[in-house]
């Protein structure tokens, strides 16, 4: 089974700075993607960012950015220039190809503060 | 509609109640997810369908919790004998290929047991 980890409950970034959530996982799989989710307090999930494992080229997004490291399972994502609506929840997510049991870490709080 | 329209919005019931949520998928859109969020936790994966059928339900935590997809589109979960552990917030999701992972979730309905 796959299992995903977010070792940092709660984070807070001062704004236009910038700030690291870390992601870990654990799969015996060689082909799967890797995402990061939003949930602002409106509970909604919105996308933020996706990379597919055969791929070594970190994804990125505008001021989203990964740092994925297969061999680590490690998948953090980087937000830049940190603005007060980046403040939500953030769940990294897993899941094989042509499976459809996405598997969401724990999550974490990012505050940004003004 | 544009989006995944989840109705009713929040749901409070008494234990041992039986309840319904309805879930409405984007247009087009084949895949369709039920996924339970309990507080302070990553969404939990409950069940998928791919068209009509329950292409795999292995998330469903017991026979009181059966879903339901009869003309490939609008979804209802069923759950019967309501318990207070059922209480959480209860997200669908659509997709519209197996392969590319983004799902696209609704704003989820909040079931509370009394």
């Known amino acids: 089974a796959q299992t995903v980890t977010q070792s940092q409950p709660e984070m807070s970034v001062q704004e236009a700075e910038t700030v690291t959530l870390s992601c870990t996982y654990d799969t015996s799989e060689n082909n799967y993607y890797l995402f990061w989710y939003k949930q602002p307090p409106s509970r909604q999930m919105i996308l933020v960012i996706r990379?597919?494992?055969?791929?070594?080229q970190n994804a990125t997004e505008n001021r989203f950015s990964v740092n994925f490291q297969k061999a680590a399972k490690s998948f953090s994502l980087k937000i830049s220039d940190s603005q007060l609506g980046d403040t939500a929840m953030y769940f990294c997510?897993?899941?094989?190809?042509?499976?459809?049991?996405?598997?969401f870490g724990a999550g974490t709080r990012l505050t940004v503060k003004p | 509609g544009a989006g995944v329209s989840q109705t009713p919005s929040n749901k409070v019931t008494e234990k041992g109640k039986y309840v319904e949520l309805r879930c409405d998928p984007i247009s087009g859109h084949t895949a369709l997810y039920w996924y339970r969020q309990s507080l302070g936790q990553g969404p939990e994966f409950l069940i998928y369908?791919?068209?009509?059928?329950?292409?795999?339900d292995s998330g469903l935590p017991n026979d009181r919790f059966f879903a339901v997809r009869p003309e490939g589109s609008v979804s209802t979960l069923k759950i019967q004998r309501t318990e207070r552990g059922d209480s959480a917030v209860y997200l669908c999701?659509?997709?519209?290929?197996?392969?590319?992972?983004?799902?696209?979730f609704g704003e989820g309905s909040r079931l509370t047991v009394l």
């Open positions: 990379q597919e494992a055969y791929k070594q």
């Open positions: 999701a659509s997709s519209s290929t197996l392969n590319t992972g983004e799902l696209f």
């Open positions: 369908f791919q068209g009509t059928g329950a292409a795999d």
């Open positions: 997510a897993f899941m094989k190809p042509n499976n459809n049991d996405m598997r």
